[in-house]
């Protein structure tokens, strides 16, 4: 989710040719490279998807996937802003219509996920 340029994409692709890997940004020129870059390494394996997230419980049937990857998102520190990242509920609840029970969210946080206020 938000795979930017889709170097995630096509390296977890690479390394696991039994496996399916699709790409979700909204930004059309990053999926680009991402893209290019599947063709030209001839990967069957791997797709874009060019939508915005919120969306994204239209793009996929329920069940459908088994895990989701979260690589360094926007971290989004402004609270006005908090309804933007990719791990806010709204999109989580929008993930667990098409996760498969006992699938995985990988998460590579940008920041740190918490600051002890203590
Ligand atoms: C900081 S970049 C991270 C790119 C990539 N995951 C990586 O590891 O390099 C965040 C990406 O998420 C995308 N993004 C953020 N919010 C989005 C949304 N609601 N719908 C689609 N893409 C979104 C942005 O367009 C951007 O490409």
Redesign the pocket.
């Known amino acids: 989710?938000?795979?930017?340029?889709g170097?995630?994409s096509v390296g977890l692709a690479k390394n696991n040719p039994n496996k399916n890997y699709i790409g979700?940004?909204?930004?059309g020129n990053?999926i680009w490279t991402g893209a290019s870059e599947a063709l030209n390494s001839k990967l069957n394996n791997v797709a874009f998807v060019r939508?915005?997230?919120?969306f994204i419980d239209h793009c996929f049937s329920e069940n459908e996937v088994s895990e989701i990857w979260?690589?360094?998102?926007?971290p989004q520190p402004q609270k006005t802003r908090a309804r933007?990242r990719?791990t806010h509920m709204m999109f989580i609840n929008r993930y667990k219509k098409f996760l498969k029970p006992g699938g995985l969210v990988h998460l590579?946080p940008?920041a740190p996920v918490f600051t002890n206020t203590l």
């Open positions: 989710m938000g795979c930017g340029k170097e995630y979700v940004d909204i930004k990053r939508t915005r997230i919120d979260i690589t360094f998102p926007d933007k990719l590579k940008t």
